[in-house]
């Protein structure tokens, strides 16, 4: 272990000590407020370009296990607790946390007062921070933090998104055929749809309108993903080609990008909503869901055509909008994650929803 620091853009310092993997490390520091589905928000590709902050006190206790990765390696640029738990326990584990965040060379650093941190970016905003084990010079931090790129304006998609399609099989009788667009997927998005029946072509970001249509799917689905969606100009214009031309659901970043593509604008929140336990009420059936969220920006309904565009869900905790739907074509999307993991379930319904929107389609 080796003294750490996290250096902020405002000059905010916060100390700490290093795990085995030491240098530097830089990105957009944001808190999350899970008490547990850590190993989920490492491996969430939407967390690219980022240096996570858990707010509960004690990360690891359960280890790590190879079913809950929701992608292939860390997607985050570090890693920053109040205490690492030396001694997991879990029938499925297969390792600690800090072996698997050594193996994959992620900054960790612990010690550090993270409800202080936490309470700082509440007031200040997520903002630009660089954890360094060697370099503890507040002018030097600052002129390395400088040349580090803003989450706004920066497409982090195309550093996570896959570079061929592939296909993931439905569980049982194939009952629909869906393209996926992969801006940065998580493995359980694509398993609940599996057990629905859904065949799920994934395909890159970069794929034409004309390309799916080809496909002949039975609906499109926008994925989840990292970075600034007013970015991502190619997903937006094939979105904007296809509304109308099949049923289409959206979450996350694919909600940003619907509402884009249907002439609207995206802002970006002052310390974005990263966690478990987000509520969320649809106004449809009044129903309130506590959700799963990851994201950095959002929708301006006010930016949006009513007579075409209308809010279903919206965030209690800031009365931000959670979901839209188009009042003429199959087309709605959700600002959270359905799927949970980790998380809760209440939101898997809307999956549901999709389905009844492609059998009404095919009517």
């Known amino acids: 272990m080796k003294d750490a620091i996290l250096f902020l853009e405002d000059g905010k310092i916060f100390r700490g000590t290093s795990l085995n993997t030491y240098g530097e490390t830089a990105g957009e520091v944001v808190f999350n407020t899970a008490l547990s589905g850590y190993q989920e928000v490492l491996t969430d590709p939407s967390y690219a370009g980022q240096i996570v902050v858990m707010t509960y006190p004690l990360i690891g206790n359960y280890g790590i296990n190879a079913e809950d990765l929701e992608s292939d390696k860390i997607h985050v640029k570090g890693f920053v607790v109040k205490e690492f738990c030396r001694t997991h326990s879990n029938y499925r584990a297969t390792q600690s946390l800090i072996q698997y965040l050594d193996e994959h060379k992620i900054i960790g650093i612990e010690g550090v007062d993270t409800r202080a941190l936490t309470r700082h970016l509440r007031l200040s905003g997520a903002m630009k921070g660089l954890i360094s084990t060697t ?31 592939y296909v993931v099989a439905a569980v049982g009788p194939r009952k629909y055929k869906v393209v996926v667009v992969d801006c940065g997927i998580k493995r359980n998005i694509l398993r609940e749809m599996a057990l629905l029946g859904i065949e799920c072509h994934v395909v890159p970001p970069s794929m034409s309108a004309e390309d799916i249509l080809a496909r002949k ?10 970075g600034d969606p007013a970015a991502v100009t190619y997903v937006i214009e094939t979105v904007r080609r296809l509304i109308g031309k099949l049923p289409i659901f959206g979450i996350c970043l694919g909600n940003q990008m619907i509402g884009l593509a249907l002439g609207g604008r995206t802002y970006k929140l002052k310390f974005g909503h990263h966690g478990i336990n987000h509520p969320v009420k649809d106004l449809e059936s009044g129903r309130i869901s506590i959700t799963s969220q990851n994201h950095g920006f ?35 999307s959700i600002q959270y994650h359905p799927e949970a993991c980790p998380g809760p379930n209440d939101a898997k319904y809307l999956f549901g929803k999709f389905t009844d929107m492609m059998d009404q389609h095919k009517k």
């Open 135 to 165: 370099d503890f010079d507040p002018v030097s931090l600052k002129a390395k933090l400088a040349k580090v790129p803003s989450m706004e304006g920066a497409d982090w998609v195309k550093e996570v998104a896959p570079k061929e399609p």
């Open 217 to 226: 799917a039975d609906g499109l689905f926008l994925s989840s993903g990292p």
């Open 298 to 332: 959002c929708v301006d309904i006010n930016s949006l055509d009513k007579n075409e565009v209308e809010v279903i869900h919206v965030n209690l905790n800031d009365k931000s909008v959670e979901g839209l739907r188009h009042k003429k074509h199959p087309l709605f």
